[in-house]
């Protein structure tokens, strides 16, 4: 072979090689990942959070956006197209923008890997029936190859067929350069299969005599539909509601009702029992006192006719009868124990005018009918759940004028027992006090049964338990309430976020059962809550605490990385009716939250400004206000270093010290929440002289209303300890932010993280890079890379000291971890050196790095390993 020829092969290969490395080395935009941003739409009243791409390859991206209601749809280049619509949709926009301000949709990354990226997509398709049973979750899981699997799962009144897998539809289909390439379709079947059998008590058939109606509510015993029967004449009666709940009963198996929906029903052509004298009994367990009245039988034919046997907000047991013209009406003297098997009975002795109502065995009550004969027509009869709506008792508009807390705040709807109920008998004679006692004795349960009923006990679900979590970081989850609650709704697979931390044992929470406020949680499950934007409509406050149903409301994690988690937090300022003031009263939160518990809140209210911010606690059923907090509930303090113990022992107490600007919330737990407000406030104050129980409640409420609560009111008292409440602190006017976090330590410790927030330093000696200073917005210096390498100087002084600084830096366009030096000196990663990469609303790679570091002196630092863009 000649010299040239050699040379020439080799020549060849090299430029082979170099070719074949061009063709194997990773475009820059061939990448696989999922990211938030705002695609241009047509309104106005979203964030920068709005829409999700994911990209994959070099070429595509997989697009959910406002204007089609987040219908998703693949984009190369100019083209698109659309995925099938499965769902019809019937609502208030056009053809084109199904939406007008998509209300009731919205998108979130579940998951963003490099090998699955989850999207879930909720929404509402017929507006003509919106509920919290009516919504639609779709589920898109991609991978790499460009290859979707898409799951359907539609509201259904019947929580059974909602939770069954075979009532998911299933679509998989692939993104290819063409188009979207659909491979298999599996329809959703919604048949109804059978209840398992649960195993009950044994069973008790002894009575007195022979009643003419019996719901033994014992086919839980095996498997069974939606029905009960009454079994002395075997008729059929439907159990309507979210769910068929079978529990172990005082003789079998008893039936749960939710308090909302759950109710038994026998028609009028079987149901006429009330003719002469009678007597009712049953036995039952309450979770919570009713909002107003609920009923073991309800036989009314309207307002002013039948018979209705019952428990009121009292938790009193109580008989009402009413022919259409007179109308009589017994309440027990003594209150039903929650989580107690409880017997109660109502005898009619027409002869001897005598209305008796009895409470385990023993007459509770008793009044002298005057003659009246009450004959009552026949109709249907109603087990568990009222027929007509009821305003819930204890409306907070008593204590103010209506055009204050206007009484239109407390709406009606349709109520009920929520609890067990057990073993229902109706006789057509009258049994006197031997015989009542006698009934009681042949059922009672033991000790242990009674004092420990088949009924979940209400546990605010904190997700703590002492101890720090492994990891710093969110995740999404579906917190557990007790499950009368958790029937109630038709979530996703990942309702709720919490945020834990790997130094603290405390968490922040966002929940279904706070409309997604953030709670604040310490390390024993003390909560603390606060406001959102609040406005109003004729109906009273408009706010997040009036969704009851997050039709509205939704929450998503935005970033997750070692060094910070940044959640959003949507809303509407929405009143009890679902109504919003007007078209721009919607709320976009950003929850900047970082490793040392800390959480910057920055609030985007579209129309304007409004307050906001009200320090407030919860009380977990079965405990009072004083058992969760301090009676000296607060510690302000300013940043010259004066302190004040707030106390409410003697009353509603006055802020004494010049511009505070730190508060601490004293709950008795090791770990406080603590609050620190813009340098911009007038001050913080406590309130609540007039807006308490009584007045010799200590802080103002408590209410229960909210969290949780599903009545349509804005402010109910909580006479009792039944149900979750919340009571109010006080607080300030912090304009559009504020922070909140953990402490155990003294308030004077704060003073430095007030000033390295309202008094921050700068940033002096930049090199390689660009920043405009410390953005309080989000409790961070942000810095636009303009070299691989770049360093700064943080000018710290007394007072404008560093305490655990965060860097966001732009331009970083790689995926490879940063190098740092501070002060000249390397550092590794650590629990002082954190850092992690994510995506910007661009989809090109933003670095966080969060420092454990607190000084009064400059830092130098360096920064290396960027790749910016130019």
Known sequence: MSFKLFRFNVLLILLVLQLTNCTNKTPRNNQFGAYYTNIESKNNITGKYADIVVKIGDNKEFVFCRDSCYLPYLKIGEEKWYVDELIKKHSDGTEKYPEIFNKYSYVRIIKNTSEQIIVHWRYIPDFRNINFKSVVHEYFSLTPDGMVRRIIKEGNINLDIYNNPKSQTIQEFKLTNNGINELSLKVADFSFEPHKAITGTPIINETVTKPVAWWQFDEGLKESNDNTFETIENIKCPITGNITLWKEGISGTALAFDGYDSKVVLDSTN???????????????????????????????????????????????????????????LISKNQI???QWTHVAASFDRNNNRLSIYIDGEESGRINTMGKKFAINGTDLFIGRNKLPQKASDHVSRDYPP???????????????????????????????????QLYNNTEPTTELKKNPDLEKRILPGEVNGENAENFGAYYTKLKYHELWDNLWRSSDYPDVVVKFDELPTSIVYWRGTNYGPAYVTENNRWMCDQSIE?????????????????????????????????????????????????????????????????????????????????QFFSA?????????????????????????????????????????????????????????????????????????????????????????????????????????????????????AIYGFTNDNIELLIPVDKSWNYAPDLINIKGAKSSGYEREQKAFPILALAHEFSFTIDATENSPIQNPCFVIDNWNTKNKAILKINGKAVKESKSFRQGITLDETGREKLIIWLNIQTSSPVTVEISGAEPGI
């Not at 919570?288 to 009923?295: D, F, I, R, S």
């Not at 055009?403 to 006197?432: A, M, W």
């Not at 509603?652 to 090791?670: C, L, M, V, W």
């Open 271 to 329: 149901a006429c029992f009330f003719k002469n004298d009678f007597t009712i009994e049953a036995w039952l367990v309450l979770g919570a006192y009713p909002w107003e009245w609920g009923p073991v039988i309800d036989y009314t034919i309207d307002n002013n006719s039948g018979l209705y046997f019952g428990i009121n907000s009292n938790g009193q047991t109580g008989i009402i009868l009413n022919n259409g013209e007179e109308k009589i009406k």
């Open 337 to 339: 124990p929650l989580y």
């Open 403 to 437: 055009h204050v807390r206007t009484p239109l705040g407390n709406q009606s709807r349709i109520y009920g027992i929520e609890g067990l109920i057990d073993e229902i008998k109706i006789y057509d004679t009258i049994l006197n006090d031997i015989h009542i006692r």
């Open 535 to 615: 406005t109003g409509t004729e109906y009273g406050c408009a706010e997040h605490m009036a969704d009851k149903q997050n039709r509205y409301s939704h929450v998503r994690i935005i970033e997750n990385t070692p060094a910070r988690v940044v959640v959003h937090w949507r809303y509407a300022s929405a009143d009890i009716t679902y109504a919003l003031a007007n078209e721009k009263a919607w709320t976009d939160e950003y929850h900047y939250i970082y490793p040392d518990g800390t959480l910057l809140r920055y609030v985007h209210y579209y129309n304007g400004e409004e307050g906001w911010q009200d320090l």
């Open 621 to 737: 059923p079965g405990t009072k206000q004083e058992d969760n907090i301090e009676l000296k509930a607060m510690t302000i303090a300013n940043i010259e270093g004066d302190v004040q113990e707030m106390d409410w022992t003697n009353g509603i107490p006055d802020a004494q010290i010049r511009h505070p600007t730190i508060s601490k919330i004293n709950f008795k737990s090791e770990y406080k929440v603590m609050v620190i407000f813009p340098k911009e406030v007038d001050g913080i104050d406590a309130w609540g002289v007039v807006e308490r129980v009584t007045p010799e409640t200590h802080f103002a409420g408590p209410w229960n209303h909210w969290p949780v609560g599903q009545m349509p009111n804005d402010g109910r008292y909580a006479m009792y300890a039944d149900r979750i409440t919340h009571s109010a602190l006080g607080g300030s006017n912090p304009g559009n932010m």
